[in-house]
């Protein structure tokens, strides 16, 4: 039996990859080692790893974080750091898994993996190739596809930019984003149950907000999220919806804003995680998306939500038709809202999404089945032939 390790880190990655987690957890064929850690822990990010438990799946390994009040400083990030490399290299030495699958591009997944490679661990990394140049993610995305030795990828133009990196084309598979399996999975829940799981009533038109970090500086940053809020104001007979940033440089700032706009606008409501499939839901319901999370760009759509992506924090990644891109304190911005919120949403085709799938963690781990992680071999950098 081959003994397969997950890592998971943040409410968005678990969110992705645990239909795949499921599925290995059930299997006869491998042998699950989940380590969690990261914001999973931390209440003011919702504690998913509540969220973690009623889904039944075992956890091999927790590894804890220091929370102070100000988490996102780099000076605390850089000791947690310190200790999830540490407790990392220890429980990998120990249990000494076939193999490390990893999801995204956050520095808690970047540190897992120069761990799996310190090891001669084999790494499987899932949604490479991909690019937000308007955040720091790019960095650790791209770091760890280096360290990797398979690939899942989750449409064809990133498995291009694999191989323009250097990695083998036989080591990388598209079968769509993971997210489709939520989302076809999904079970629906009507406005009136997700009011009282909720507490709170929905509008006759309702906004549904992710906003994260753009870590490439911080007085930028902040200028821009002043002017998010500032053009919220303008939006009138709306119910928003926000949910906690992603726990980056910057998002303490964040956090705080969004909690004292809450307190003080009736039309808007806060929750710090909804977990994936309340979410889901409530993205479902309403008009509109609005923000510069990945969500927008990959579930919206999939889900016929028609999104607004403001600022840079997504720069590259590819889009569908039903994604708006708009830069922050245009005009453009708060006619977009009004234009899509006057609409009623429109049937699209879903097969003409660019991240569309169809079984994709199945997919994923019957590959998985095929590969053979006992073979010694050195990874070597892939040259294209330029000539």
Do not use: W
Request: aromatic residues 10%; contains cysteine.
């Amino acid at each position: 039996m081959k003994k397969v390790a997950v890592f998971t880190g943040s409410r968005s990655e678990y969110g992705l990859i645990k239909n795949l987690i499921h599925i290995i957890f059930k299997s006869n064929y491998f042998n699950l080692g989940l380590i969690v850690s990261g914001t999973h822990l931390a209440k003011n990010y919702g504690k998913t790893l509540d969220e973690i438990k009623r889904d039944k799946i075992q956890i091999s390994k927790l590894i804890k974080f220091k929370y102070q009040k100000n988490m996102s400083d780099p000076k605390y990030i850089s000791s947690n750091m310190s200790k999830l490399m540490a407790d990392l290299v220890s429980y990998l030495k120990k249990k000494k898994p076939d193999v490390l699958i990893l999801v995204g591009d956050r520095y808690e997944t970047f540190i897992a993996a120069v761990a799996a490679v310190i090891l001669k661990i084999k790494i499987v990394h899932i949604h490479g190739g991909e690019i937000t140049s308007g955040s720091r993610d790019d960095l650790y995305r791209h770091s760890i596809s280096k360290m990797s030795d398979y690939h899942f990828v989750s449409t064809e133009p990133y498995k291009k930019r694999l191989i323009q990196l250097g990695e083998n084309p036989k080591n990388i598979f598209n079968f769509g984003a993971l997210c489709n399996d939520n989302i076809k999975n999904l079970k629906l829940i009507n406005k009136k149950i997700i009011e009282k799981i909720l507490k709170t009533k929905f509008h006759e038109k309702n906004i549904l907000i992710a906003y994260h970090p753009e870590t490439n500086s911080k007085k930028k940053n902040i200028n821009e999220f002043n002017k998010f809020l500032s053009l919220l104001k303008k939006i009138k007979n709306c119910k928003f919806f926000f949910s906690a940033p992603n726990p980056d440089e910057n998002s303490d700032y964040i956090l705080k804003k969004i909690k004292f706009f809450c307190r003080n606008n009736k039309n808007s409501y806060y929750k710090d995680s909804y977990g994936n499939e309340l979410f889901l839901n409530l993205l479902r319901e309403c008009n509109l998306m609005i923000g510069n999370s990945s969500s927008g760009i990959l579930e919206a759509p999939l889900l016929g939500t028609p999104s607004i992506n403001f600022g840079k924090r997504q720069n590259g990644r590819i889009k569908s038709l039903l994604t708006v891109n708009c830069k922050l304190g245009s005009k453009k911005g708060i006619v977009q809202i009004k234009k899509l919120l006057r609409q009623d949403k429109k049937r699209t085709y879903i097969k003409k999404n660019p991240y569309y799938g169809i079984n994709v963690s199945k997919k994923i781990y019957l590959k998985l089945k095929k590969l053979d992680f006992k073979q010694k071999n050195y990874k070597m950098f892939n040259d294209i032939n330029f000539r």
